[in-house]
C-alpha cells in the first residue's frame, strides 16, 4: 500500500506539473498574441471617380497605390481599398455606397463631383449626393476625408460659389475633415491650368505618375491622421 500511495503521489506531481506548464504556454502564447491583436490595421475605401481609379496610369502608379505606398513607408499598417470608377458621378457613387462600405472598412475618403462638373449638373443635386454618401458613413460611425472639387469661372459666379461651398459645408454638418480641393493638392498656388501643365497627362484632366506623387505628398500627412483616428 505505501508502494501503491507513492507511485500515486508521483503521478498525482507529475500531471500537477504538466498541467501548469500547459498553463504557462498558454499564457504565453496568449501574452504574444496580443500585441498583434491591438495592433490596428484601418482600412480606408476610397469612394472616387477616375481620378481615384487611376485613368491613364500603369498598375501601381494611381492614387490608391502610391498613397498605399506612402502609408507604408511611413510605417502605416493602413491600407486604401481602390473604389474609384471612371466617369462616376455623386450620383453614381451614392448607388453603390452599400457595397463598398464592408465591414471591415474603418473610414472613407469621398473624392467626387468632378463630372458632375464636366456636365454641368446643377450644385444642388451634388450636395444632395454627397451629403447622403457622408451621412451615410458617419452612421455607421466611419471616419470620413472630402476631398474636395472646384468649378471653374465658365459656369457663372453664381453656380461657382454654389458648387465649392457644398463640399465644406457638408463637412461642417457631418465632422468630416476636408482638404484643398484636388487640383490645390497639385499645387497649391496654381491658378491656371497652364501652371500644372507638367503635371498632367495629354488630357489636361488627369494627372500623370509624378502629379498623383505630388498629390499623395500633399494628402498623405492628412490621410495619415484619419488612419490614426480610426484606433482613438
Avoid: C
Avoid at 500511495?5 to 500537477?16: I, K, M, N, P
Avoid at 511611413?74 to 481599398?81: E, L, N, P, R
Avoid at 457631418?174 to 501652371?195: H, K, N, S, V
Amino acid at each position: 500500500m505505501k508502494i501503491a500511495f507513492q507511485l500515486s503521489s508521483a503521478t498525482y506531481g507529475a500531471r500537477h506539473m504538466f498541467r501548469n506548464i500547459t498553463l504557462a504556454t498558454a499564457l504565453v502564447t496568449l501574452a504574444a498574441l496580443l500585441p498583434v491583436a491591438a495592433q490596428a490595421e484601418p482600412t480606408i475605401v476610397a469612394l472616387g471617380d477616375s481620378l481615384t481609379a487611376g485613368y491613364g496610369l500603369p498598375e501601381g502608379e494611381g492614387l490608391v497605390p502610391q498613397l498605399n505606398a506612402w502609408l507604408a513607408a511611413q510605417g502605416s499598417t493602413a491600407t486604401v481599398i481602390n473604389a474609384g470608377v471612371s466617369g462616376d458621378t455623386s450620383a453614381g457613387g451614392l448607388s453603390r455606397l452599400d457595397w463598398s462600405l464592408t465591414p471591415e472598412t474603418d473610414a472613407l475618403i469621398v473624392t467626387l463631383g468632378g463630372n458632375d462638373l464636366l456636365r454641368g449638373l446643377p450644385p444642388e443635386e451634388t450636395r444632395k449626393n454627397l451629403d447622403a454618401i457622408v451621412k451615410s458613413a458617419t452612421d455607421r460611425g466611419l471616419k470620413v476625408l472630402i476631398i474636395p472639387m472646384e468649378a471653374p469661372g465658365n459656369f457663372g459666379p453664381d453656380y461657382k460659389a454654389d458648387f465649392d461651398a457644398l463640399y465644406t459645408d457638408i463637412a461642417t454638418t457631418y465632422g468630416a475633415q476636408i482638404t484643398q480641393p484636388f487640383f490645390r493638392l497639385l499645387d497649391a498656388q496654381a491658378t491656371d491650368p497652364g501652371q500644372i501643365a507638367q503635371w498632367m497627362q495629354a488630357d489636361g484632366i488627369h494627372p500623370n505618375k509624378d502629379g498623383v506623387a505630388r498629390v499623395v505628398a500633399s494628402l498623405g500627412p492628412t490621410l495619415l491622421q484619419l488612419a490614426d483616428s480610426t484606433t482613438d
